[in-house]
């Protein structure tokens, strides 16, 4: 019987870099499918880029891996190219409506101090008169609300269906925290990350910020 299953394909996969970062194509939410068949894979990745060389790079790293997996047999590697987002046109990163300028605070380990400093930063420029927002991105392991002692409430949205950001010390905050129970993992994955992530930047009333 075959030890190929949709848990190992991940595990295999999560050992393929994605090109010029340390991180791996797992962690950064490109699996959307996984299909075994016996000992055969079919796999389907989705991708945001201009650049068809990483396309091509990621499709033969992840077939590798696959195919070194003991067992395996047929293996597919779909990926769905998508470009990116932009602007009216315009090239380079979508502003969040409102915000001024974005200050991301940011590690590929974890339990360094990321929540930590982005805490007191937030506290810093608010002090200093700066209108300021902090959003956690951490859907897996947040950390803000507790830290802002706002895991008791809950945000609520506005007559446009966007979430109101709790306030606390003078900055606005959004957190996956402010939406779990009892301090529950978020058991999410690959797009449903990228969703909530745009939801918490794009889809909160943050109002007019520094």
Same mark, same amino acid.
């Given at each position: 019987? !075959? ?9 295999? =996969?999560?050992?393929?870099?994605? @090109? ?5 194509? &797992? !962690? ?12 055969? $894979? ?11 060389? $990483?396309?091509?790079? &990621? /499709? ?23 470009? @990116? %987002? ?14 001024? /300028?974005? &200050?991301?605070? %940011? ?18 420029? %608010? ?14 392991? @947040? ?11 809950? +945000? ?15 900055? !606005? ?5 402010? =939406?779990?129970?009892?301090?529950? @993992?978020?058991?999410?994955?690959? +797009? ?6 745009q939801q918490f930047l794009r889809q909160v009333a943050w109002g007019d910020l520094d």
């Amino acid at each position: 019987m !075959s030890s190929i299953n949709q848990d190992s394909v991940r595990q295999a =996969l999560s050992a393929v870099k994605y @090109p010029g970062f340390s991180r791996d194509i &797992i !962690s950064f939410g490109l699996l959307r499918d996984v299909v075994v068949s016996g000992s055969d $894979i079919d796999v389907q990745l989705v991708l945001s880029t201009n650049d068809t060389g $990483i396309a091509k790079k &990621i /499709h033969a790293d992840a077939t590798a891996a696959l195919q070194a997996m003991g067992g395996a047999g047929r293996v597919s590697v779909k990926i769905d190219v998508q470009a @990116p %987002a932009t602007t009216t046109g315009a090239v380079g990163p979508a502003k969040i409506e409102g915000v001024k /300028h974005v &200050i991301a605070v %940011a590690s590929g380990k974890g339990g360094v101090g990321k929540s930590t400093v982005a805490a007191n930063l937030a506290l810093a420029l %608010a002090q200093s008169g700066a209108k300021t927002g902090l959003c956690d991105c951490d859907i897996y392991g @947040p950390s803000i609300a507790l830290m802002f002692g706002g895991t008791n409430e809950r +945000p609520t949205a506005d007559d446009d269906n966007r979430i109101i950001p709790i306030e606390r010390h003078g900055v !606005s905050l959004m957190s996956m925290g402010f =939406l779990l129970d009892d301090g529950s @993992p978020a058991v999410l994955r690959g +797009p449903m990350v990228t969703r909530y992530t745009q939801q918490f930047l794009r889809q909160v009333a943050w109002g007019d910020l520094d």
